[in-house]
């Protein structure tokens, strides 16, 4: 039975960088694969369509496993799928206003797929839509995993460049998934902004809305948007408003003062530094006592129960990569079970330190 029983749900979609600015053709057919990873109590299904996450089962309070993730049972379903279960999506992630950018004094005019104007995710046939290489996997291992690849030709949904692309999921016996998204511009520059498109439901996948669950997220601002949903290239501060989660809060306790529920980017705190790990998000369910920690590399944040954000604004930090300059994304899941001193910690506000993980979980 596939799994869509919800009312509301909560995406942490990875994190991911400003914008500035029918099936793919690659270079070899693939068969669609399912791959499952188990370590201690957690275990994660994925396929190599869309190099999509389709589970990640963890225990509640009371040592019952759940499938803490929205999707579907069957690949299949992936492909007539338009919510992005799960995905990686991209070249670009989110919208392109009037699908036009330039770069280099060249301005580029890609195909819209949203209401005949702006791209979406990236184009029809995207990232999302392609059978993925299975690099790598590791089963029989202490931290199990699998790599990902895809080739994007030059010119793929009219992006210039080719470019290579790997996405790496690793689970850990502490119970933590380490998603590491990295590509490389062959010859010429090209934008370029992953994002890692997973629902969570910390109750599990069938348990209804997420509205009772508590949510913190370690951002002072957020980029407001227009009538179509495209930002406005300005920064707004969240304190004392209905997006403010700089502590910890229930997430409906604000949602009817928002016609349209909760579709807004948050700016991270701290150092737009690739190579530091910053607190992102924690999300915890107080009926399961699951807790879900994030922490990220990336700027941006997008907390949504409905279409992505849409960035286009020069003044946001440049997604170009180019020869020599590689793409890494990384983001960090931790998950724990509520204790009394975590209760007690509720609604401190976030301090913008950097994060406490281990440094083995920052490579």
Known sequence: MDKLSFLLSLLLVGTFGFVNGGKSKGKKNFQVEVIELKTGNISAKFTNYGASMMSLVVPDKNG?????????DSPDAYKNDETYFGNVVGRVANRIRDGKFSLNGKEYQLKPNENGKHLLHGG????????????KIKKDVADPTVLFAYDSPDGENGFPGEVKITVRYLLRADNRLRVTMKAKAIKHATPLNLVQHTYWNLGNHDSGDILSEELQLFANEI???????IPTGKLEPVKGTPYDFLESRVIGSRIKELPGG????????GPDDPIKMKKTAMLKDPKSGRVMKLTSNQPGLQFYRKPDQRLNHPNFPSIIVSPGKPYKHKMLYKFTIASDKDKKSDGKKSDGKKSDEKKSDKS
Do not use: F, M, R, S
């Open 223 to 229: 980029t407001p948007v227009d009538n179509e949903q």
């Open 64 to 72: 019952q496993p759940g499938d803490i993730v929205l999707g579907y």
């Open 262 to 269: 909760y579709d807004i980017n948050y700016v991270i705190e």
């Open 124 to 135: 029809h046939g995207a990232l999302a839509d392609v059978v993925w290489e299975v690099k």
